[in-house]
């Protein structure tokens, strides 16, 4: 399992996220081989920097806000 710090691992998940219109926090930890409670916890805090956008469809995803 791989290890970054919470700069990091934002930084992976804002590149992972170029790569798909949206994905689940789940395919996120998988694609970057990380826990999901740590993808969680950056998600999170990119949210509320306004960096990713939750999008809920019956469940909810992750993307990148449009512009």
């Known amino acids: ?6 700069e990091e691992l934002q ?16 395919e996120i930890a998988t694609a970057l081989d990380v826990k999901k409670k740590d993808v969680d916890v950056a998600v999170n805090a990119l949210a509320m920097e306004g ?6 469809l019956g469940t909810s995803y992750v993307t990148l806000p449009k512009a």
Not at 15 to 21: A, G, Q, R
Not at 51 to 56: A, N, R, S
């Open 1 to 6: 399992m791989a290890e970054y710090t919470q």
């Open 11 to 26: 930084a992976k998940i804002l590149e992972v996220l170029t790569t798909k219109d949206k994905m689940k926090n789940k």
């Open 51 to 56: 960096k990713v956008e939750f999008l809920y």
